[in-house]
């Protein structure tokens, strides 16, 4: 179970289409994948997307 500070903080907040794990600014973050598969196609650059910024 979260503890309430957690919950202050991170409830409530939805990801945008770049699959950030919380609310993010951008300039260095890593990123949510749908699928292992998908993490290593995007590492190997297979498929466009996120890794790291």
């Known amino acids: ?10 409830e409530g907040y939805k990801t945008t289409n770049e699959q950030e794990h919380s609310e993010a600014i951008f300039l260095t ?6 699928s292992a598969e998908q993490a290593a196609a995007r590492f190997a ?3 466009e997307g996120n890794i790291y910024a």
């Open 45 to 47: 650059k297979e498929e």
């Open 29 to 34: 973050s890593s990123f949510r994948f749908d």
């Open 1 to 10: 179970m979260k503890k309430f500070n957690t919950k202050a903080i991170r």
